[in-house]
């Protein structure tokens, strides 16, 4: 599961929906693993300004990436290729292999499996 | 088909995702091209938007457009285990009635030959409700469905047969030519205006709607409340 992905997904329980303790969910005994893949600046500068800043912050203090900055990159800081290039070892190349992703609001916890998360609910959740 | 909303889930689970699970490599093998009016609509969505692609098998459609990104989800772990390969974007395990994404957040959503696999009225309108949930204002929805006209097809279904089949899916082996193994997938074959009836149901207004390839199409959006 590449790191970018825990931006867009949140617990898939209904009622946590509106509960701000579901977003983002926490990472729990993340294995990580570091894949190369192409550098696509334009792709990151694109993507930034629909990410959730705090809740990235968030993701990537759990996993161990602390230094990401306080605030967003926005207009020109865009254009810093090495800004580019750190977020986009953090968010496209950083995966989660293994590990478990755990809800603020109800507790439940998805787990990561060989990169895959599920959020498959079990049948009392439903 | 289930006949109690409580068994549709249970049955779905035989007739839909364990076949998925037990033909996904084959079946992924057999797809590999997406169908035009879903490359057009994935191609159209500006540079930087964010959306998914709800039952995204082996994530053909993720391979259209690498200037958006997609976060692909499909009930199959191993199809979804295919489609996680299509980088830059990402693909998950999820259930269509369950997913886990925040209300109104999403640029846009494609759900392309899923819907057809939920076995009762109520559950397919949910499903569409679903997707229409987690897409922002203005945003939209590409919706595909088999079609219940399809007389020129190779199984010639028209207007009037019924709607609720058995599909079978022959797998040959590769080793041994002469052997083969059938599953039976179910499917609900939607007839002329009914994705768009369903899609008003769910609280969605159908933009544009049409026809392709033995499919019924139609781009939604959420109503505005």
């Known amino acids: 599961m590449k790191v970018i992905t825990a931006n867009f997904v949140t617990c898939a329980v209904k009622e946590c929906k509106t509960s701000a303790q579901s977003f983002p969910l926490h990472f729990h005994d993340a294995e990580l693993e570091m894949s190369e893949l192409d550098f696509q600046p334009e792709f990151i500068r694109n993507v930034v300004p629909r990410i959730d800043w705090e809740a990235l912050r968030v993701t990537a203090n759990e996993l161990g990436f602390p230094t990401l900055p306080d605030v967003k990159p926005e207009g020109d800081a865009l254009n810093d290729e090495q800004t580019l290039k750190d977020l986009h070892r953090l968010l496209l190349e950083t995966q989660v292999m293994e590990g478990k992703l755990k809800c603020g609001n109800c507790g439940h916890e998805y787990v990561i499996k060989e990169g895959i998360a599920n959020f498959l609910l079990p049948s009392h959740l439903v | ?225």
């Not at chain 2, 040959?172 to 009836?197: D, I």
């Open chain 2, 1 to 225: 088909m289930a006949e109690l909303e409580s068994q549709a889930d249970q049955y779905e689970q035989e007739n839909v995702h364990e076949v998925y699970q037990h033909i996904a490599q084959h079946f992924s093998a057999t797809r590999y091209k997406s169908w035009p009016i879903v490359e057009s609509f994935l191609q159209e969505i500006p540079a930087g938007s964010i959306g998914i692609d709800v039952g995204c098998g082996n994530g053909k459609n993720l391979l259209v457009n690498r200037d958006i990104f997609i976060i692909g989800s499909d009930r199959s772990e191993n199809l979804a285990r295919i489609a996680h390969q299509h980088h830059p974007h990402a693909a998950v395990v999820a259930d269509i009635l369950h997913l886990p994404h925040r209300d109104a957040f999403f640029d846009f959503a494609i759900c392309i030959a899923v819907v057809h696999h939920l076995s009762t009225p109520s559950r397919r309108v949910a499903a569409i409700a679903e997707i229409l949930r987690t897409v922002k204002p203005g945003g939209t929805v590409l919706v595909y469905a088999w079609a219940l006209e399809q007389k020129n097809s190779r199984r010639g279904w028209d207007k009037g047969d019924e709607q609720d089949i058995m599909v079978p899916w022959v797998r040959k082996s590769a080793t041994e030519p002469n052997k083969s193994q059938t599953f039976n997938r179910y499917y609900h074959l939607f007839q002329e205006g009914e994705l768009e009836s369903d899609i008003q149901m769910a609280g969605g207004d159908v933009v544009r709607s049409g026809y392709e390839k033995d499919n019924w199409w139609a781009i939604a959006t959420p109503k505005i409340k």
